[in-house]
């Protein structure tokens, strides 16, 4: 492990089938700070977790832990009812190394939106869209374990004026 070389590898493309417009993205990452924030939204840093003694001194440092793993993202847009249709869904599994310690947690993350924007005109547009993401992570460090899921609603509602 090694932060201060942390890479990545993206890689992306789309397809227009005339009737639909498909995308596909990928990304292999090493080395990454906190992919997916997965450590902070389970609350593995967290003074009760099990992870921590009971002074509660935290046995882990955001800043010695790396993730090495990959992510892939497929999605598509379609013309209906006048407006156009957009949904989506995601992968990302990664193992989490701490320090040089080696493999201590292996994190999964799961993710799904659902979309319709309109135009109202040829300069604004309206658009609401629903999305739900799953977190999990399973740990082992020092004899310690422990799981954590987490899962997420987003609702966003809004309206877009070009100018």
């Given at each position: 492990?090694?932060?201060?070389?942390?890479?990545?590898?993206?890689?992306?493309?789309?397809y227009?089938?005339?009737?639909?417009?498909?995308?596909?993205?990928t990304?292999y990452?090493?080395?990454?700070?906190?992919?997916?924030?997965?450590?902070?939204?389970?609350?593995?840093?967290d003074?009760?977790?099990?992870?921590?003694?009971?002074?509660?001194d935290?046995?882990?440092?955001?800043?010695?832990?790396?993730?090495?793993?990959?992510?892939?993202h497929?999605?598509?847009?379609?013309?209906?009812?006048g407006?156009?249709?957009?949904?989506?869904?995601?992968?990302?599994?990664?193992?989490?190394?701490?320090?040089n310690?080696?493999?201590?947690a292996?994190?999964?993350?799961?993710?799904?939106?659902f979309?319709?924007?309109?135009?109202?005109?040829?300069?604004?547009?309206?658009?609401?869209?629903?999305?739900?993401?799953?977190?999990?992570?399973?740990?082992?460090?020092?004899?310690?374990?422990?799981?954590?899921?987490?899962?997420?609603?987003?609702?966003?509602?809004?309206?877009?004026?070009?100018?």
């Amino acid at each position: 492990m090694n932060l201060q070389d942390a890479w990545t590898f993206n890689l992306a493309g789309s397809y227009d089938f005339g009737f639909m417009k498909t995308y596909l993205a990928t990304q292999y990452f090493k080395d990454a700070r906190d992919a997916g924030s997965v450590l902070d939204y389970v609350g593995f840093f967290d003074e009760d977790s099990v992870f921590n003694n009971n002074e509660g001194d935290v046995k882990f440092n955001k800043g010695a832990v790396a993730n090495t793993g990959y992510g892939v993202h497929l999605s598509t847009a379609f013309d209906v009812l006048g407006g156009t249709m957009k949904a989506g869904i995601g992968y990302m599994d990664a193992d989490i190394d701490y320090a040089n310690d080696g493999q201590v947690a292996d994190s999964k993350v799961y993710t799904a939106a659902f979309g319709y924007e309109y135009s109202l005109s040829k300069r604004t547009l309206v658009y609401t869209g629903l999305g739900y993401t799953k977190r999990e992570l399973d740990a082992n460090y020092e004899g310690v374990t422990g799981s954590w899921e987490e899962e997420g609603y987003d609702f966003a509602l809004g309206l877009v004026h070009k100018f």
